[in-house]
């Protein structure tokens, strides 16, 4: 079994940071492009960043770059989002999810929530203005 399992989210203020992390189970995680997606009540889950197993490839939605850094650490099965000059806009659930499908090549690949085949159960992140 595949188990992704998310922490570091709470409440900060308007510029702050926190950082998320995503525990991974199994031996998927060295070989599988993972995903950072968020989700606001009302709204479609949407892309974040992204990372690939091999080469440390990322890739990240415009409103996040600069801000965001995703990163993997393969020894220890775990996914991490550093998030700088958080926004009120940044308020969401955070998904960090796995994929061995996903291709760097397509865009629609990498941030296609159909594209990941595991998902964890989310972290709150709320930034208050």
């Known amino acids: 079994q595949v188990q992704l399992v998310e922490s570091g989210g709470g409440l900060v203020q308007d510029g702050g940071s926190l950082r998320l992390s995503c525990e991974v189970s199994?031996?998927?995680?060295?070989?599988?492009?993972m995903g950072w997606f968020r989700q606001t009540p009302g709204k479609e889950r949407e892309f974040v960043a992204a990372?690939?197993?091999?080469?440390?490839?990322?890739r990240y939605e415009n409103s996040v770059k600069g801000r965001f850094t995703i990163s993997r650490d393969n020894d220890k099965n775990t996914l991490y989002l550093q998030m700088d000059s958080l926004k009120p806009e940044d308020t969401a659930k955070y998904f960090c999810?796995?994929?061995?499908?996903?291709?760097?090549?397509?865009?629609?690949?990498?941030?296609?929530?159909?594209?990941?085949?595991?998902w964890g159960q989310g972290t709150q992140v709320t930034v208050s203005s």
């Open positions: 990372i690939s197993w091999i080469g440390g490839a990322t």
């Open positions: 999810a796995a994929s061995h499908r996903a291709s760097f090549s397509s865009t629609l690949s990498y941030t296609g929530t159909g594209t990941y085949d595991y």
């Open positions: 199994g031996r998927t995680f060295s070989r599988s492009t």
